[in-house]
């Protein structure tokens, strides 16, 4: 009877202890937001980028007109009821053009950060436990990639297999794979000599438990930094492929090409360039602005400076 009394206290302590573990953590969450709308800038890039979420996947509802259509009636035409934003020399509208354009410059910029993740976060991961020769010569491989941009990966990958989308994701992606493998190995050398590391490997825990349970949760904080960062970078770059003519090919709008095609243009009618150009500007600044703000909430060592 005695014993049965001494099990249901520990069930009632232990079911305390995770009631209690996950109150710590809500709340947790809840100083997180809190700090986290604090940061004007913060809050503008989160609102810059949902509406341009919101955008990008409503963007058959929202446009006005199918952006490949051509209208020669309207042929640069300036801003007006009909077209909001004018139209390209093709009578093209611009707002339905650059709302579509929204979508390519998401897709790459998240699918090329979602690649190098894939790839770096695990060649960072084995690299730091593993040590000795593997460490060596997984850095090395890092050094050599990073010689390369994405520019020359993109002009190699588009020579093999043409230019597309695919292309501008895979050159973007793999170029990001060797600063998230840096940032993971170096998160991942400090995680390596906790107490809690050193117990599970005299505890006999297999490597794969110790690189995913223990060293990964732990590195977490630098791989969403790096992450918000990284998109911006995407951006930017899918918009230099776009322009100069290596990335998505037309008619898909993108807003680099769409630069492209009204740089010549550019005395006659600088709106066409000056808005897909703007909105290249406002994406960098706010995933960085929200990178910032990550960056700044995250770091152990600025808590309770700041903000």
Not at 98 to 114: D, E, M, N, Q, T
């Amino acid at each position: 009877m005695l014993g049965w009394i001494l099990v249901l206290n520990m069930r009632d302590e232990i079911s305390l202890g995770i009631t209690k573990a996950n109150i710590k953590k809500s709340n947790a969450s809840i100083i997180f937001l809190k700090n986290f709308i604090r940061i004007p800038t913060a809050v503008f890039g989160s609102i810059f980028v949902f509406c341009t979420f919101f955008s990008a996947i409503f963007a058959a509802w929202i446009v006005p007109y199918d952006p490949n259509v051509m209208d020669y009636n309207f042929l640069l035409s300036g801003m007006s009821y009909e077209h909001w934003l004018g139209t390209d020399q093709m009578g093209r509208d611009t707002l339905s053009r650059l709302i579509y354009g929204s979508r390519i410059a998401l897709i790459v910029s998240f699918g090329a950060i979602i690649l190098s993740v894939l790839i770096g976060v695990p060649l960072g991961l084995i690299s730091v436990h593993f040590r000795g020769p593997i460490d060596n010569i997984l850095m090395r491989i890092m050094d050599a990639l990073v010689v390369f941009p994405s520019l020359v990966i993109a002009i190699g990958l588009s020579v093999a297999i043409g230019s597309s989308l695919t292309t501008v994701v895979l050159a973007i992606g793999i170029a990001n794979v060797p600063w998230m493998a840096r940032i993971v190995r170096s998160q991942g050398l400090i995680v390596r000599e906790q107490d809690f590391i050193k117990a599970a490997q005299a505890g006999g825990f297999s490597n794969f438990r110790i690189i995913f349970v223990h060293i990964l949760p732990n590195s977490i904080a630098p791989i969403i930094v790096q992450s918000t960062l990284a998109m911006g970078y995407a951006v930017l770059t899918e918009a230099g492929l776009g322009f100069i003519g290596i990335g998505v090919q037309p008619p898909t709008p993108t807003w680099g090409n769409m630069i492209q095609q009204a740089f010549p243009l550019l005395e006659k009618q600088p709106l066409l360039s000056i808005v897909p150009g703007v909105m290249v500007f406002a994406l960098v600044l706010s995933f960085n602005f929200i990178g910032d703000a990550l960056r700044d909430l995250l770091d152990p060592r600025l808590k309770g400076v700041i903000y």
